[in-house]
């Protein structure tokens, strides 16, 4: 009997369970070991307005896992948010995030930008998110204007109060918040205008199918409306086609991330220059 093996010792008897538990086990050691040994980077994917002009971007997570190439964040998100390791490192991507952003403060073709940064449920809700946001501002020297945390609404579905308090603390430092994901999650209508939010960004999935099925046409045009009258900026990602960038454009979308524009991509490969010249490629006649 398993319970013989000791409490320490437990068995599964399905192989096929015990090989996703040891699949688990050795993801967490090595997503732990990939914190501590600068396994993790940043790759940037610009934002551009209306005009064309490239804005900011956002900072997207990646894992370059020896001998296993690029591990997309849909892989290991998951298991950092179980296992906490998502504290440390949301506390890295910030830091890493605030540092770019002073070293862009040097250049006059890159100080304007803005640099959006993804933030988990269990890394906002730590007690200490508020002060480890000022550290990171302080300690790097970052304009905190220039920093957007994304949020998800499912940050919101727990105590709202308490939510809107800390992001009240947090605009306070100059920071501003995106909404990410949005239309996907769970968070009631009325949230949106007392979460002192800047901007709604439209996930993705909507944008995906706008110009072939009028349902999501309609909740694309709904959302800008919507968030024309409470006066929040949208942005869409994922806008791989200038039919998309077009009709997003025609009702009145701030803002514009996807391939189209521009993949994320490491640092050293980031040009703003390259940007400009994907905005006239996309810039309306
Ligand atoms: P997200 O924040 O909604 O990020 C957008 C995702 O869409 C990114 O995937 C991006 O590469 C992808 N994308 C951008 N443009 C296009 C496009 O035109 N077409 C298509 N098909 N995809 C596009 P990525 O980088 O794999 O990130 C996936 C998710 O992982 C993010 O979704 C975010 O929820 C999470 N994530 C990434 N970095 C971080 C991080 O630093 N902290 C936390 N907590 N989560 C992160
Ligand atoms: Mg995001
Ligand atoms: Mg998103
Ligand atoms: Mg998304």
């Known amino acids: 009997q398993a319970k013989d093996a000791g409490r320490n010792a437990v068995r599964f008897f399905d192989p096929r369970m015990q090989a996703a538990v040891d699949e688990r086990m050795a993801m967490e050691k090595a997503l732990r070991q990939a914190l501590e040994e600068g396994e993790l980077c940043l790759f940037y ?25 690029l591990v997309s964040p849909m892989t290991f998100i998951p298991l950092a948010e179980e296992t906490g390791l998502i504290l440390p490192i949301g506390r890295w991507v910030l830091d890493t995030a605030c540092a770019q952003l002073k070293t862009w403060a040097a250049d006059p073709a890159t100080r304007d930008l803005q640099l959006a940064v993804n ?4 890394q906002f809700h730590q007690p200490d998110f508020l002060g480890q946001v000022r550290e990171s ?7 905190p204007t220039r920093l957007k945390l994304e949020l998800t609404e499912s940050i919101v579905l727990e105590n709202v109060e308490a939510v809107i308090e800390r992001m009240q603390a947090l605009k306070a430092l100059g920071v501003s918040f995106s909404l990410d994901d ?20 439209i996930d993705k999935s909507f944008v995906q199918d706008l110009t072939t099925d009028p349902n999501d046409a309609a909740i694309v045009e709904a959302i800008l409306a919507m968030s024309r009258s409470l006066g929040l900026q949208v942005v869409a990602e994922g806008v791989e086609t200038s039919e998309q960038h077009a009709f997003l454009l025609a009702h009145g979308c701030d803002a514009f991330q996807g391939y189209l524009f521009g993949r994320p991509l490491p640092i050293a490969d980031w040009r703003p220059s390259d940007a400009a010249a994907a905005a006239e490629r996309c810039a309306p006649e």
């Open 45 to 69: 994917q610009p934002q551009h307005d209306r005009a064309g002009r490239c804005i900011g971007a956002e900072a997207l997570l990646r894992w370059r896992r020896p001998g296993q190439g």
């Open 119 to 122: 933030v988990s449920a269990r």
């Open 137 to 143: 501002l302080l300690h790097s020297g970052a304009d």
């Open 182 to 201: 949005f239309g996907t999650g769970y968070s009631s209508l009325s949230y949106l205008k007392r979460l002192l939010l800047d901007q709604l960004k």
